[in-house]
C-alpha cells in the first residue's frame, strides 16, 4: 500500500515563524484584527489561509503571500486526494467518460 505523504499546511510555517520571532498568537490576532480562535485554527491546521489572510501576513511580516496561497492549494489537493468518497466518484467518472470518449 503506497502512502502519500500529505505537504505542509501554510499554518505549520506561520506558527514556527511566529515562535521564532517570539509573537504571540494573541499578539499576532491583535496586530492583524482577528480573532484569536481564527489564528489558532489556522496555525493548527484546522482552517485554510485565505487569500485576504495571507495579505495581512505580508503586511504584518513580510512573508510572501504567494507561498502561503500556493502551499494552502498544495495541502488542499492532497487532502481531496485521501477522500475515500471523492476517490470512488472519481473512478466512476474515469470509467464513464472513457467509455464516452
Known sequence: METTRIPTHPGDVLKEELESRGISQK?????????????????NCKRPVSTDFALMVEAALGINPELLINMQERYNLAKAKTEQSLSLRLMK????????F
Do not use: H, P, V
Request: charged share 10%.
Open 93 to 100: 467518472i474515469r470509467k464513464s467518460c472513457a467509455a464516452m
Open 27 to 43: 499578539q499576532f490576532a491583535s496586530c492583524l484584527g482577528i480573532s484569536y480562535t481564527m489564528l489558532n485554527e489556522i496555525l
